[in-house]
């Protein structure tokens, strides 16, 4: 019996969603980018700012980078999952951007307006 192919036959354990966005979460935590973990449906998502909710299946991250395409359909941005680092960063790039453009509001501040 040839041990190496049944080695490499067997099926690699795979990332839940949820590990997969709760490990994005962390990786923003890096960048100063504060999110919630939400799970369901075999998806995942992390609520990241206004206008940004990155979804996860456990193997791409996926979101919407404020684009829309000629049809006028939004354009998302995509990063395998397994490039948690970079995907991160992506999203915390976003994250300034909006943030330039939706500031905070001082009422969660715990400022009177």
């Known amino acids: 019996m040839d041990t190496d192919r049944l080695i490499a036959a067997r099926p690699r354990?795979?990332?839940?969603?949820?590990?997969?966005?709760?490990?994005?979460?962390?990786?923003?935590?890096r960048h100063g980018v504060e999110a919630d973990v939400h799970e369901?449906?075999?998806?995942?998502?992390?609520?990241?700012?206004?206008?940004?909710?990155?979804?996860?299946?456990?193997?791409?991250?996926?979101?919407?980078?404020?684009?829309?395409?000629?049809?006028?359909?939004p354009v998302y941005s995509f990063t395998p999952a397994l490039d948690v680092v970079t995907a991160a960063r992506r999203i915390a790039d976003r994250y300034n951007e909006l943030r330039r453009n939706h500031p905070c509001s001082p009422h969660f501040l715990g400022e009177e307006s």
Not at 16 to 21: K, L, N
Not at 23 to 28: A, K, M, N, S, V
Not at 41 to 53: D, K, N, Q
């Open 40 to 73: 369901g449906y075999g998806l995942a998502l992390v609520s990241v700012w206004i206008e940004l909710v990155v979804w996860t299946d456990g193997r791409w991250f996926r979101w919407s980078s404020g684009r829309t395409s000629i049809s006028g359909r």
């Open 13 to 29: 354990p795979t990332i839940t969603p949820a590990r997969c966005a709760e490990r994005l979460r962390i990786q923003l935590e």
